[in-house]
């Protein structure tokens, strides 16, 4: 099969790699439709992740069960399934809590390569969540995103308390936070402040819901946030970043018994406890349990509520999957499509 594979910083090729094969009884392989590339991605391929020799790409994906194991149970050849990053059994007890992302038995779905023709997905029962009947070629970019950017953006969005009739401020304009918009529109909060200075990205969230655009970063995007709520901050800051002048603006630009959603994978971050302690702000977030949320998501999906697709504003062959890289690193894309 075809897959991505990083070589070095800025050294994506596609290259020929073995088909996956059933090894446990628990696993499915997937004939992946349709996978894209996620922010998360350039970390390793801007080299601020170190990259230790040639590692397949890519953990969003959709796409049509070929086989399963015999101890698959819940999903069939032939159904359309997604799936999260994370597999997880579903059953343990910090799964029925709601974190299947620290399932007691969790593997990186990712570790195999989604951005490739067919992908094997363990604990399948547990991780893939079929749709009703194949979806219509208009939803697939939807479903995708559900995957990750959709459940993580709706993640950062419960975890800082979204709530009806609440003010909430988005740190980050990639497709999780501007997902984390839509979630926050869908989940009743009454004004969406979402931090931008790219215009499509602001046209974009706008779209999904913001009511109002800071274009101000660091201490100046916190003023301006104090300066449209009375002087006291925002009852929810989504921070979707993972840099410190991310997770310390969303910190200052929260009210005292406020909520901190932080889903942005962090890199080089570190609280001033003291400061932190006198905040009165609660802090909640890590890598998002998609999982939880995929039952609901497809569902909304599926009867057209929501429309998250909107985030791919770049589609490629597989095989142009360097290019898709580039735009996203180079921000002339927001996140790339790709279809093997």
Partial sequence: ???????????????????????????????????????????????????????????????????????????????????????????????????????????????????????????????????????????????????????????????????????????????????????????????????????????LAAEFGATHIVTERGDEGVARIKELTGGLGAHSVIEAVGTQEAIMQSIRATRPGGHVGYVGVTHGVELPGEELFYSHVHLHGGPAPVRRFLPELIDLIWNRQIDPGKVFDLTLPLDQAAEGYRAMDERRAIKTLLRP
């Fill in 1 to 203: 099969m075809r897959g991505t594979v990083l070589h070095a910083p800025r050294d994506i090729r596609v290259e020929q790699r073995d088909d996956p094969k059933i090894t446990t009884p628990t696993d499915a392989i997937i004939r992946v439709t349709t996978t894209c590339v996620c922010g998360s991605d350039l970390w390793p391929y801007r080299g601020i992740e170190a990259v230790t020799g040639p590692a397949p790409m890519g953990h969003e994906y959709v796409g049509v069960v070929e086989e399963i194991g015999s101890e698959v149970k819940t999903i069939r050849p032939g159904q359309f399934v997604i799936g999260s990053f994370f597999a997880s059994d579903n059953t343990c007890e910090i799964c029925q809590a709601g974190y299947q992302s620290s399932c007691v038995h969790r593997e990186y779905v990712g570790a195999g390569g989604a951005q490739a023709e067919l992908l094997r997905v363990p604990l399948a029962d547990g991780t893939l969540v079929a749709t009703p009947d194949l979806p219509s070629d208009d939803l697939v970019p939807s479903l995708l995103a559900a995957s990750d950017v959709l459940g993580t953006g709706w993640f950062g969005a419960v975890a800082a308390d979204v709530r009806p009739g609440k003010t909430v401020a988005v740190v980050g304009d990639g497709a999780v936070g501007l997902l984390a918009v839509l979630a926050a529109k869908h989940l009743g909060a009454e004004r969406i402040i979402a931090m931008s200075r790219h215009e499509p990205r602001q046209k």
